[in-house]
């Protein structure tokens, strides 16, 4: 079946632009995460829903990130007045969140660059 | 911040096995080890993970220390295309789901 999807796969844009990043989870999946990956790091957790709602958004930066999955599938990040600082990989996953037994294996997309000027 | 501590980087020669250490010194009962890895410009990719077993799949092999303060992950023969960051993450399963915490990873390169 299909995997997870981003896109863009790149997005360039220039400093205090406002974008918008989306991921379509697998299908059926209930939980989707967003992590942001600088060069030379590891994945770092962004926010975190399951269904519709934001389970833990505790990675989020600062006010300008925000992210939305309205009808519980399609996720999308925004992030207001761009700062170069924001230049990285941003990923999204999906798990079907079964309950007990250990954490659900989550699945990745590809990632959007996003690159600020 | 990560509870793992894996070295940054190795080599391994094609077909030969690839042993991969993480130090987990910290991990509590409700703890699982996970292990993903990261090809070049692609996602991470789940690899296994175990709780206090050895456990073994189609693409790896995962060795636990009794009192569970290390790991090895083993690709047996290890290809070109296992060139990637492996990561070990340790994650607590009575949380339901919860984010994973990436560390730096391991480079690992399989020469030819």
């Known amino acids: 079946g299909a995997g997870v999807s981003q896109t863009p796969s790149n997005k360039v844009t220039e400093k205090g632009k406002y974008v918008e990043l989306r991921c379509d989870p697998i299908?059926?999946?209930?939980?989707l995460y967003w992590y942001r990956q600088s060069l030379g790091q590891g994945p770092e957790f962004l926010i975190y829903f399951q269904g519709t709602g934001a389970a833990d958004d505790s990675g989020l930066p600062n006010d300008r990130f925000f992210a939305v999955r309205p009808e519980g599938s399609v996720s999308t990040l925004k992030i207001q007045r761009t700062e170069r600082g924001d230049s990285a990989v941003y990923l999204c996953a999906s798990s079907d969140n079964l309950a007990g037994g250990p954490p659900d294996t989550q699945y990745f997309g590809p990632g959007t660059r996003l690159t600020v000027l | 911040d990560a509870k793992t501590t894996q070295p940054p980087s190795m080599d391994c020669a094609e077909g030969r096995a690839a042993n991969l250490p993480c130090n987990h010194s910290?991990?509590?009962?409700?703890?699982?080890v996970y292990w993903y890895r990261q090809i070049h410009s692609q996602g991470p990719q789940y690899i296994i993970h175990g709780l206090k077993n050895n456990e073994t799949n189609e693409m790896a092999s995962l060795i636990i220390t009794e009192d569970r303060k290390s790991s090895t992950l083993i690709l047996p023969h290890a290809t070109l295309r296992d060139t990637a960051v492996y990561y070990c993450i340790v994650s607590d399963f009575n949380s339901g789901n919860t984010p994973l915490v990436f560390g730096k990873g391991t480079r690992l390169s399989v020469i030819a």
């Open positions: 299908s059926g999946h209930t939980a």
């Open positions: 910290t991990i509590s009962g409700n703890e699982y």
